[in-house]
């Protein structure tokens, strides 16, 4: 079973509304999600989250603190998905 290091950006504006995007990718494509994808090798879980806000939403946002980490094994793609949530507020302009 191969390992899928994964981060995401929960991003919160200053109304407290939560960012969403809608994914365009196996699993579940069509769905609501927070931005997110794989950590690149030799990439920091916190980088990654940042880079994958920036490229799914075109926002740059700034780290507040670290959500956690979740593991959940995946039987149908044979992989093991471990993600951080970073929870980010926009940058000001």
Not at 43 to 66: C, G, I, K, P, Y
Not at 69 to 86: D, K, L, V
Request: net charge positive.
């Amino acid at each position: 079973m191969r390992t899928i290091l994964a981060a995401s950006g929960v991003v919160i504006d200053k109304n407290d509304r939560l960012l969403l995007v809608v994914r365009t990718k196996d699993p579940e494509t069509g769905s609501w999600t927070v931005p997110g994808g794989c950590v690149e090798p030799g990439e920091t879980f916190e980088h990654a989250a940042a880079r994958e806000v920036l490229e799914e939403t075109a926002s740059s946002s700034r780290l507040s603190t670290n959500f956690g980490r979740s593991h959940s094994p995946q039987a149908r793609t044979r992989c093991t998905r471990f993600t951080t949530s970073w929870p980010y507020r926009p940058a000001a302009p």
